[in-house]
T-cell receptor, first 115, second 114 residues
């Protein structure tokens, strides 16, 4: 059973703080993703990574960075949190494109509030 | 760029009725189309998917149809039950660089009234 965990379910931070969101998966998946979920906007991809130390920008990377030092762990960093980054953040993982299994497995989400 | 449009954004049905959610995609190279269900306060989970080499797939009360020519696909839920109430996301597989990524629709909030 695939497990994707996130370090916090709820987080409250102040404007200007540096924020770290951690995601860990235990299925040896190569791909990992960070999304933010906002009402009416669906799941928007922030960054993804297909290997250790590799990263690619998604659709809304501004104001975020990521780190992947180990295969199982993918971190999202808000360098200087702003109120418009208040959102639900979802991490996901999947196998490398194999032609067989593309399913993404999601973590439980982190509800971040920036005041 | 790649885009997936999903309609309707909200859908209310009576228990026992059918529900249909429709999506269109822009990338003709997409060949995999999953549907995720997200119950209130929970993570999205895959409920059904379809690949481009088939036109329809069914799993008990849910089915998905795909029209590659028109670039649209639909989720059909029959005999709806209150536990079907959730947000449903469609997605299409896109390829960028060395990996694949899912492009999600904006979601449909389905409410099944008992």
């Amino acid at each position: 059973d695939v497990k994707v965990t996130q370090s916090s379910r709820y987080l409250v931070k102040r404007t200007g703080e540096k924020v770290f969101l951690e995601c860990v998966q235990d299925m040896d998946h190569e791909n990992m993703f960070w999304y933010r979920q906002d009402p009416g906007l669906g799941l928007r991809l922030i960054y993804f990574s297909y290997d250790v130390k590799m990263k690619e920008k998604g659709d809304i990377p501004e104001g975020y960075s990521v780190s992947r030092e180990k295969k199982e762990r993918f971190s999202l960093i808000l360098e200087s949190a702003s109120t418009n980054q208040t959102s639900m953040y979802l991490c996901a993982s999947s196998l490398v494109a194999s032609g067989i299994d593309y399913e993404q497995y999601f973590g439980p989400g982190t509800r971040l509030t920036v005041t | 760029g790649e885009n997936v449009e999903q309609h309707p954004s909200t859908l209310s049905v009576q228990e026992g009725d059918s529900a249909v959610i429709k999506c269109t995609y822009s990338d003709s190279a997409s060949n995999y189309f999953p549907w995720y269900k997200q119950e209130l306060g929970k993570r999205p989970q895959l409920i059904i998917d379809i690949r481009s080499n088939v036109g329809e797939k069914k799993d008990q009360r849910i089915a998905v149809t795909l029209n590659k020519t028109a670039k649209h696909f639909s989720l059909h839920i029959t005999e709806t039950q209150p536990e079907d109430s959730a947000v449903y996301f469609c997605a299409a597989l896109g390829f960028r660089g060395a990996t694949n990524k899912l492009i999600f629709g904006t979601g449909t909030l389905l409410a099944v009234q008992p």
